[in-house]
């Protein structure tokens, strides 16, 4: 530890994000003796996660929890669940993250969203004193109060989930994208939910994107059409199909991922889905009935669609941390240091080699962006790759550098994602760090509407 004590010292460490990440950081700090502050947008804990709780995750129980974590929740006398098994989100919040927020108590502040965070007294460009100076964080709470917060270190684990990619093929929204945001969802839909299955059961419905999420729509489909005449999918790929679009099948290393892919395939082969390829949306327009048509770049025209779903993947919000010098990638908008290692053309979840805050600082000392935001924009995020990130950036704001710069996470076999085609698209389905790659459980007969498959990009 550092002999010498400021008063910036004695300011907690304040976590954005009350998700898998920020609540592992939350335990770290804690377990180190130092003292976190997790703030929360949303009314609960892992509120993003809860937003897919039909999903089930790729990742077993025994790979989506956090041994220092694990320790604080002992003495509650909380027991982990058969680390063999697969859980949806719904199970992840309710069995893990919620009972860790309990026992953190009032270290965890929800309704509590971060607008802006800088150094105090210095805005982007002022150089004099600067690290000397603690962060200023403001919040604006549920109830319409604001408030400044001074910390020490800041770890942004908000994650990706509240900004999903949009249609247009440019990365910007496709021209009338926005006007028909009424028919456009950019989520897997639950469609054991009866409100949602409405929405879609009889209907046509376009599926964008080539990741897992999308995989797990067309699987979905395919169900709905077996019970509900009419029901339709158009897949819509920026790419064509080859042999690793679906990705690895029977010799995918995480099984349960490969079914996913092959419930797809199938719903494509039995004609449950159209796949539309190389079709790249520059527009959607309405019909005279009010149905939605799409246009590609070339300026072909699909037949209408009752409905369209976007599952391109997610990107960063930046726009709250605009006043700290980050140093991110120009391409992925990840650490600089990070992103040759998860580069989507490159790698899959488990060819990222566990890393640390080495490849986690920025210009601007003690922020930290950790958990599925650190990845940017890329996909196939691993909880247990995030849950060693704040292991190590914990050690270093404790001063433990010899522990920071130490790698302690092994991945297990099932962690080596091959058939990288399966991430073809920026495509994840957590959210806030709602890390670990997610997926069905790993039967074919098990994809269905009454037990929803997963997805992961």
């Avoid at 002992?74 to 992840?92: E, F, L, S």
Wanted: aromatic share 6%; hydrophobic share 40%; charged share 25%.
């Amino acid at each position: 530890m550092n002999a010498t004590v400021t008063a910036t010292d004695q300011l907690p460490v304040l976590v954005i994000g009350a998700g898998p990440a920020g609540l592992a950081a939350a335990a770290h700090l804690v377990e180190r003796g130092l003292d976190p502050l997790v703030l929360e947008a949303g009314n609960r804990a892992g509120a993003g996660v809860r937003e897919w709780s039909h999903v089930r995750l790729f990742s077993t129980w025994g790979e989506v929890t956090d041994p220092a974590a694990e320790k604080l929740l002992a003495p509650t006398g909380w027991v982990k669940p058969d680390a063999k098994t697969y859980p949806t989100g719904g199970d992840w919040a309710a069995d893990y993250l919620q009972p860790l927020a309990d026992v953190l108590g009032d270290k965890v502040r929800l309704g509590a969203r971060v607008t802006g965070v800088s150094r105090s007294g210095r805005d982007r460009i002022v150089d004099a004193d600067r690290e000397a100076q603690p962060f200023v964080v403001h919040v604006e709470y549920a109830d319409g109060r604001e408030e400044r917060i001074f910390a020490r270190a800041v770890i942004d684990a908000s994650g990706t989930w509240s900004t999903p990619s949009p249609a247009g093929a440019s990365g910007l929204p496709a021209l009338g994208e926005k006007a028909a945001a009424d028919r456009v969802s950019y989520r897997v839909p639950d469609l054991t939910d009866p409100t949602v299955r409405a929405r879609y059961a009889g209907r046509r419905t376009a599926v964008i994107g080539s990741g897992a999420s999308a995989f797990t729509a067309l699987a979905s489909f395919a169900d709905l059409a077996r019970e509900e005449e009419g029901t339709k999918a158009v897949w819509i790929l920026r790419r064509g199909i080859s042999g690793s679009t679906f990705g690895g099948g029977t010799a995918d290393q995480l099984p349960a991922r490969g079914a996913l892919g092959l419930a797809a395939k199938a719903a494509v082969e039995e004609g449950h889905a159209d796949a539309v390829t190389g079709f790249r949306t520059e527009a959607i327009e309405r019909d005279t009935e009010g149905r939605l048509v799409l246009v590609a770049e070339d300026g072909r025209r699909l037949d209408p669609v009752d409905e369209v779903i976007v599952l391109t993947g997610f990107r960063p919000d930046l726009s709250f941390l605009s006043e700290l010098r980050l140093g991110l990638d120009e391409r992925l908008q990840a650490p600089v240091a990070l992103a040759p290692l998860i580069d989507p053309n490159q790698h899959s979840c488990g060819t990222v080699y566990p890393h640390g805050v080495n490849e986690l600082s920025h210009p601007e000392q003690g922020v930290y962006l950790v958990g599925m935001k650190s990845y940017g924009r890329a996909p196939t995020f691993l909880a247990l790759t995030g849950y060693e990130q704040v292991r190590s950036i914990v050690a270093a704001i404790a001063g433990d550098r010899e522990s920071a710069e130490r790698v302690e996470l092994v991945l297990p076999e099932t962690g080596v994602c091959g058939g990288a085609g399966l991430f073809d698209q920026p495509d994840t389905e957590q959210q806030g760090d709602a890390g670990g790659c997610c997926a069905p459980a790993p039967a074919l007969i098990q994809l269905g509407t009454t037990n929803p498959a997963p997805s992961c990009g």
